[in-house]
């Protein structure tokens, strides 16, 4: 099983900040990486898919990066809507595995 | 549009089943697999398995073999999850999925609650 390792597990910053969250794998998984956003009560919300496209509607202050085993979620100049929590999924091979999430809070 | 409508909130008495659906509309259902996923409260989310709704094909975490089935229904499109002989363990939110990157899309949730 490949276990997605995701840090940091919460962080707290500014309005118009720009943070990076990392997801590393325990194996190559070939970019195939997806980040999601989640807020409370409600599902993930689709953000970017093979590590570096942005999904339909995402706002381009969201973007992806990494390959091999290392990836990272980068939102520049960020916004009141994106305090929320994160999540990388790795779908390379099954099972299907997760990071164990960021919580992203305002300072 | 693509759409994953869940069924409502469960609660259900330790060591019972509980069968949870995913209606879907705004797409040909055999077009994606439906994966199934788990996130118990304040927790992370844990992939629970997949089924190919062209062959009812299933892939589960070895984790939820034994918890779990996967089933579908082409003639409503909806797929299905069951899960047995339930312990408090067992309560949180759970989600259906697809997409063409595993996971586009996602159901609303259904909460299932474990409690005598």
């Known amino acids: 099983e490949i276990q997605m390792t995701q840090s940091p597990s919460s962080m707290s910053a500014s309005l118009g900040d720009r943070i990076t969250i990392t997801c590393q794998a325990t194996?190559?998984?070939?970019?195939?990486l997806n980040w999601y956003q989640q807020k409370p009560g409600k599902p993930p919300s689709f953000l970017i898919y093979y590590a570096t496209e942005l999904a339909e509607g995402v706002p381009s202050r969201f973007s992806g990066s990494g390959s091999g085993s290392d990836y990272s979620l980068t939102i520049s100049n960020l916004e009141s809507e994106d305090f929320a929590d994160y999540y990388c999924l790795q779908f390379y091979e099954f099972p299907y595995t997760f990071g164990g999430g960021t919580k992203l809070e305002i300072k | 549009e693509v759409q994953l409508q869940q069924s409502g909130p469960e609660l259900v008495k330790p060591g019972a089943s509980v069968k949870i659906s995913c209606k879907t509309s705004g797409y040909t259902f055999t077009e994606y697999t439906m994966h199934w996923v788990k996130q118990s409260h304040g927790k992370s989310l844990e992939w629970i398995g997949g089924?190919?709704?062209?062959?009812?094909?299933?892939s589960y975490n070895q984790k939820f073999k034994g918890k779990a089935t996967l089933t579908v229904d082409k003639s409503s499109s909806t797929a299905y999850m069951e899960l047995r002989s339930l312990t408090s363990e067992d309560s949180a939110v759970y989600y259906c999925?697809?997409?063409?990157?595993?996971?586009?899309?996602w159901g609303q949730g259904t909460s299932v609650t474990v409690s005598s």
């Open positions: 194996q190559d998984i070939v970019k195939n």
């Open positions: 089924i190919n709704p062209n062959n009812g094909g299933t």
């Open positions: 999925a697809n997409g063409n990157y595993a996971m586009d899309y």
